[in-house]
């Protein structure tokens, strides 16, 4: 009979975007009540793209932080065919920065700024890959001529193995994985590559974005994919493999951004991303593994000590109810509803 408590430490959230301004106050207590630490995307606009504009940010997180929380926001540089690789190495040797992000130009929210010719940030990936600076990559190729749907396959064979032969050392992180085709490349790789998986990759297919009527919530880059993909995703997660660890993705866009004719990609799920998990994890025989996933193999491919504090799960006896949107002065924010029922909720925080 399943535990009616479960203790692990303190996980991290390996991707995360938490926005700036109103949306970052809505959002960041979610993620300073149940991590210690999350890599902090840097789409902004305009996008963090110097060791300066993440000091910035960072100060505009802290300030945003609840009294006494002890979160963590990890810093990224948003990669351009103009970041100074000597700006990038000083930011990094100096604690700033933790690592730089990926975005082919067009890809996703607020990426118009990114990498259209990958040689052209060549001089900056061999000083990250000199210096042990990890690449976190959002995994998709922009061409009209590919499918959305093969995206991601699309952009393993035509730039990420070609990268890899030209780096073999470079520390990468392929974020937001969606496909049976990330996963066994992942599985294919050396101590050097490593995935973040979402909670809503593992638990819903493209089904709930198309299935009955079009559902703008269940949108986001990448896009759901078939049932095949789900499985394999979940499979790795459970598996204790130290290369896949948790990264929500969770992104926010108020709901008037997303039921429009021209609605926003973004999943806004880090308010019950753990009890999502944890529901994942049971479902498949796999709580064993669920502290790996969400707590230690994201900090040892970081190379970062492990959280010292602990988080308590909480099995109820009836399923949970989707927690409530958020209410905005310019809106709401509608919490992600995983479409299962759910039985864990976080019970306590256990700081050092």
């Not at 193999?297 to 949107?325: C, D, T």
Request: proline share 7%.
């Amino acid at each position: 009979m399943t535990a009616k408590t479960l203790t692990i430490t303190l996980p991290d959230d390996w991707h995360v975007h938490l926005r700036s301004g109103a949306l970052l106050n809505a959002v960041l207590p979610f993620s300073a009540r149940h991590f210690g630490r999350a890599i902090v995307m840097p789409n902004l606009q305009p996008p963090v793209v110097k060791t300066a504009d993440a000091l910035v940010y960072r100060q505009e997180i802290a300030a945003a932080l609840p009294a006494n929380s002890h979160f963590q926001p990890l810093m990224t540089l948003y990669l351009t065919e103009q970041t100074d690789p000597e700006d990038v190495k000083q930011g990094f040797l100096s604690g700033v920065v933790t690592a730089v992000k990926l975005y082919p130009a067009g890809a996703t929210t607020n990426s118009a700024a990114g990498v259209k010719n990958i040689e052209a940030v060549y001089p900056v990936l061999e000083v990250m890959e000199a210096i042990g600076m990890p690449l976190l990559v959002h995994g998709e190729v922009v061409d009209p001529e590919v499918d959305i749907f093969d995206r991601e396959a699309v952009f393993i064979e035509k730039k990420l193995q070609p990268l890899r032969v030209r780096f073999p050392k470079l520390k990468v992180v392929f974020e937001h994985l969606t496909t049976k085709d990330g996963v066994d490349y992942v599985k294919s790789c050396a101590q050097y590559t490593a995935a973040t998986l979402t909670p809503h990759h593992l638990v819903i297919n493209r089904n709930a974005m198309l299935v009955g009527g079009i559902k703008p919530h269940y949108y986001c880059l990448p896009v759901a994919k078939r049932e095949i993909h789900r499985l394999a995703l979940v499979e790795a997660a459970t598996s204790g493999d130290a290369r896949f660890f948790l990264g929500t993705d969770s992104a926010p866009h108020l709901d008037q951004a997303k039921l429009s004719a021209c609605g926003c990609a973004g999943i806004f799920n880090v308010a019950n991303t753990l009890s999502i998990v944890t529901q994942v994890f049971e479902n498949n025989n796999a709580l064993n593994q669920l502290e790996r996933f969400t707590s230690y193999n994201g900090a040892r491919f970081y190379g970062l000590p492990i959280n010292q504090g602990q988080l308590v799960l909480e099995r109820h006896n009836e399923p949970l109810p989707v927690p409530e949107a958020l209410s905005l002065s310019q809106g709401s924010l509608t919490v992600f509803d995983p479409l299962m029922p759910v039985y864990w909720a976080v019970k306590q925080v256990i700081t050092p």
